[in-house]
């Protein structure tokens, strides 16, 4: 059973920055990416980013380009996702899934950082609150 823990939310002041972790475990194959997304109140959920645990790439949301960064550590089967000069408006509880990939032979398709319905197994979501 896959099982997806965040951790490193918390109350910030705007300009300040975050680490969120997601502590992946339980897969029975290598094949998959773990996606950030967010869900502020009265929103719909937003994703933030992907990154395809095959080949190791990255892609962000347009919405989260330049503030956001994604790192992995392989050995703790980790993703974090480094928020910098946080504002307000990045409010919401963020998640991590993780979802299949897709190929066409040997080619292995980006993974979707947009798309929350690409991912099948979801954490319970670590809140993130930036005060102004």
């Known amino acids: 059973e896959v099982q997806l823990v965040e951790s490193g939310g918390g109350l910030v002041q705007a300009g300040g920055s975050l680490r969120l972790s997601c502590a992946a475990s339980g897969f029975t194959h290598d094949d998959y990416a773990i996606g950030w997304f967010r869900q502020a109140p009265g929103k719909e959920r937003e994703g933030v980013s992907c990154?395809?645990?095959?080949?190791?790439?990255?892609f962000y949301a347009d919405s989260a380009k330049g503030r956001f960064t994604v790192s992995r550590d392989n050995a703790k089967n980790i993703v974090y996702l480094q928020i910098h000069s946080l504002k307000p408006e990045d409010t919401a509880v963020y998640y991590c899934?993780?979802?299949?990939?897709?190929?066409?032979?040997?080619?292995?398709?980006?993974?979707?950082?947009?798309?929350?319905?690409?991912?099948?197994?979801w954490g319970q979501g670590t809140q993130v609150t930036v005060s102004s």
């Open positions: 899934a993780a979802g299949g990939q897709y190929h066409s032979g040997s080619y292995l398709y980006p993974c979707d950082p947009n798309s929350p319905d690409e991912y099948d197994d």
């Open positions: 990154t395809s645990n095959t080949d190791g790439l990255t």
